[in-house]
């Protein structure tokens, strides 16, 4: 019978990223030039199913092997009422990172956050 021994319930895309390499390439270096304290931001564009999504995600591996954060914001056509809703999707999503990471973890971002922003933060953090 036709799909008796199929080990798989349903259809799932290849894991390779197709003319992309370049790319990843190019952001697997910025990824390294900013753990050397070079500040990074990527915005990533393109068509629908042009890979975007499976690009950022190779990525990701890169940066989780290096125990860094990685977060994602995406914009999203439904969303488009809702003003910075991909930048409030990528901050909750470095704070739910904060939060699992533990006590100690928490304890040394809220230190950082507090030098970052200043007298303002720590007054109001009281």
Partial sequence: MLGELDTRGRFRFPEKLYSREQQLQKLVQAYDRSCLGTKQLWFIGGHAGSGKSKLVYAVRSHVMQTKGHFIIGKCDLLQQIKPYSFLI???RDLIRQI???????????????????????ASSSK
């Fill in 99 to 121: 939060v699992a990471g533990g006590e100690e973890r928490l304890a040394k971002w809220r230190k950082k956050l507090l030098w970052a922003l200043g007298q303002v933060a």
């Fill in 89 to 91: 999707a990528a901050i």
